[in-house]
């Protein structure tokens, strides 16, 4: 009974709201926050306010700075601002360099407050963290993974998942292409079977995370077919970080078998020349 009200709870408390780097600069444009949920008013004032720091990736220094929030509320009310209305501008400035600038513009109704613009947009800082993602993923997926992160950025979620779910359908397939080369491969239950019967057959070829967490796909998919844009937004960032936990541990064992064919060589030249010296 406890568990239950906690759920209802966490329910109403948009994703958004979790920080002040989700809120200012994670979050879609055109999103809108219902004030006349008081926990939503409440850290929506919260972070309108906040006048301290965020970690977050800096486009002009190229990684991950530190940035100060200006606050430009100056001690503004809860129940003064509850009442305000009109367009709100906050400003990040990295600590590195107080001309790398990002803004967030806000409408403010006594009802809603929405996020109404961004500069540099949040495709403009995400993709780049999405770079160290190309390699692995190769030209084609990489233009993939960041057209949908873009989408996202701009508010559009429906189409964000297409792309999601086509890189996540790329990783299946490469793991399928290395599985049929087993002898033993069941190719008819793998062409008949479930996406998530399909991932069973291909585990030992999938990363830990993906084979955890097969549901990710029916996500994807039941975006695409049944949730709204608003959904998908809302969910966006889940899926995302489903889908670089996967590409995480796909680099983590490719530098390790690297490192190990490196490894094996070296010993067996060791091997040899020592063996030739006796
Ligand atoms: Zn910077």
């Known amino acids: 009974m406890e568990n239950k009200e906690i759920q209802n709870v966490e329910i109403e408390i948009d994703p958004y709201l979790e920080s002040s780097k989700a809120f200012h600069l994670e979050m879609p444009l055109y999103h809108t926050l219902d004030l006349a949920i008081g926990i939503t008013a409440e850290k929506a004032y919260a972070w309108m306010t906040y006048s301290g720091t965020t970690d977050a990736y ?5 990684k991950e700075s530190v940035f100060d929030a200006e606050d430009h509320l100056y001690g503004t009310t809860y129940s003064a601002w509850r009442k305000d209305a009109g367009f709100r501008r906050n400003v990040y400035r990295c600590s590195r360099d107080n001309d790398h600038r990002y803004f967030v513009y806000y409408l403010k109704t006594k009802e809603s407050l929405q996020k109404i613009g961004q500069w540099p947009s949040a495709a403009d800082f995400q993709i780049p963290q999405a770079e160290k993602y190309r390699k ?7 233009k993939e993974l960041t057209r949908g992160i873009g989408l996202a950025a701009h508010g559009v979620g429906i ?3 297409v792309y999601l779910r086509r890189v996540f359908e790329n990783l299946i397939e490469e793991a399928h292409v290395l599985a049929q080369k087993e002898t033993g491969f069941n190719q008819e239950a793998y062409k008949k079977g479930r996406m998530d019967e399909k991932i069973e057959l291909l585990k030992n070829h999938l990363p830990d995370f993906l084979v955890e967490n097969k549901v990710l796909y029916s996500i994807l998919s039941k975006g695409i077919h049944e949730l709204t844009e608003y959904e998908c937004l809302q969910y966006f960032e889940t899926v995302k970080i489903g889908i670089e936990q996967i590409l995480d541990e796909k680099i983590i064992q490719r530098e390790k078998a690297d490192k190990a064919a490196k490894a094996r060589e070296a010993i067996q030249k060791a091997h040899g020349k020592i063996n030739g010296t006796k």
């Open 159 to 161: 189409g964000s998942f």
């Open 58 to 62: 800096c486009i002009w220094c190229g």
């Open 136 to 142: 692995i993923l190769g030209e084609e997926e990489y």
